[in-house]
């Protein structure tokens, strides 16, 4: 009996120093798990199985292209196609308006770099900054930079989904966002308009195209020449009138301007954004 009892005390001594120490070890380890959870949340991870991207579901640009597809070009047609045409174009009008090679430009949704490729080519090293909230067009971008053999400019490229330009930690003389805000709705514009704000050096200039509605809230789909476009109120393509131009403007303390038709292939428009005010003419 005794030591039937004192096997059993032994036994259940034995087995609640076990008990303790496997109950401790649980709460380490559940303890370490949750800080792990939280570090994640905290550096911005989406929860497995969750949305990768905020972009989901507004505009097509979530979808990240493969290596594969990188490799057949296929970054080109992603973000429009019209590769020489319309990135040639960009540079000439940037130009145009003040650019110079010493200048530091921001482009706003650079993808990859179908016009950053001419504006790195032509700025000194280190003026080009490019953001975009796509990595796999970012990537592409850089495979670009190394086939045109412009490594040497050092152009500065972030990934961002929040339009965040100070993270590069300058402020611009130009900016310019190329068919960008024609896939964004209104809330997506006033934050990029906010942080541009921010990020434009005294007297800089952002340029951003647009597809025109000929009304403010104009519900119908407008088709847009040249290139037949259609574009909608509340779905990629977006239009905007002037009038709600103005309006995302005033919201995020910028003035804005039209400069209107530019010689786009497929009828985009142009807006001057500046900080400040506006001249009369
Ligand atoms: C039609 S492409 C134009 C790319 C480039 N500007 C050009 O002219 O080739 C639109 C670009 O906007 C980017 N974009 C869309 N939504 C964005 C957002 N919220 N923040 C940053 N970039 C965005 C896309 O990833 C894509 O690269």
Not at 105 to 129: K, M, Q, T
Not at 136 to 161: C, F, H
Request: aromatic share 8%; hydrophobic share 35%.
């Amino acid at each position: 009996m005794s030591i039937n009892s004192c096997g059993f005390f032994t036994i259940a001594l034995v087995s609640s120093i076990t008990g303790a120490l496997l109950l401790l070890l649980a709460q380490k380890l559940g303890c370490s798990i949750r800080q792990r959870r939280t570090k994640a949340k905290a550096s911005g991870e989406a929860p497995s199985g969750g949305s990768q991207n905020q972009i989901d579901g507004v505009n097509e640009y979530g979808r990240q292209l493969t290596d594969r597809q990188i490799r057949k070009n296929e970054h080109r047609q992603f973000v429009g196609g019209l590769w020489d045409e319309i990135g040639a174009q960009q540079l000439d009008f940037l130009k145009r308006y003040g650019l110079k090679s010493d200048h530091l430009l921001l482009d706003v949704g650079c993808g990859c770099l179908r016009g950053g490729i001419p504006c790195i080519r032509y700025l000194e090293a280190g003026n080009y900054f490019g953001l975009d909230i796509n990595a796999s067009l970012i990537k592409a971008g850089q495979i670009e930079i190394e086939r045109e053999g412009l490594t040497g400019k050092r152009p500065n490229l972030m990934v961002n989904d929040k339009f965040e330009f100070s993270r590069f930690g300058r402020t611009f003389n130009y900016a310019i966002a190329l068919s960008v805000f024609t896939h964004l709705p209104m809330n997506h514009v006033i934050r990029c308009l906010v942080e541009i704000r921010k990020a434009l050096s005294p007297g800089g200039r952002f340029f951003a195209t647009f597809f025109e509605a000929p009304s403010s809230a104009h519900l119908e789909r407008v088709t847009h020449m040249p290139g037949d476009i259609q574009t909608n109120y509340d779905s990629d393509p977006y239009h905007y009138s002037i009038e709600e131009c103005r309006m995302m403007a005033r919201a995020a303390g910028v003035q804005v301007s039209l400069i209107g038709e530019w010689g786009h292939p497929r009828g985009q428009k142009m807006l001057s954004f500046e900080v400040g005010d506006v001249p009369s003419s």
